[in-house]
């Protein structure tokens, strides 16, 4: 976790995730070098227990989403690149941006898509 505050763009992207995907939680970090980003993930449950995490990082810039391999244990503030995720998969997510609602909508669709295929399997 970080000390800084949500950035603005971190605001505006979570408040329409959110609007849109009412139950998604957020997460705030910071990398080495002091950029900023967030992850904002979805819990898939399961008979009481989390059976998958999705995931996607947003920075302002990029987002970058795919399945936890740890439902975010061990990958909570790694980012998706570090911890393997393969984010230009078929089912990952892996989009430049520069629009937080617009970064938001995407991510939602994607949350959405996914939630949708997992409950299916």
Do not use: K
């Not at 995407?106 to 996914?114: D, I, K, L, M, Y």
């Amino acid at each position: 976790m970080r000390e800084e505050d949500p950035t603005a763009d971190e605001q505006a992207f979570f408040a329409e995730l959110q609007r849109r995907l009412p139950d998604v939680q957020d997460w705030y970090h910071a990398d080495d070098d002091g950029t900023l980003w967030m992850t904002a993930s979805y819990d898939l449950v399961q008979d009481h227990w989390i059976r998958d995490t999705l995931r996607v990082d947003y920075d302002g810039r990029t987002l970058r989403g795919g399945l936890s391999p740890a439902c975010l244990n061990w990958d909570d503030g790694v980012r998706a690149h570090a911890a393997q995720i393969d984010t230009r998969a078929a089912d990952g997510l892996h989009l430049d941006v520069t629009d937080p609602r617009h970064a938001a909508i995407a991510t939602s669709a994607w949350f959405r898509r996914r939630i949708s295929e997992l409950q299916r399997s």
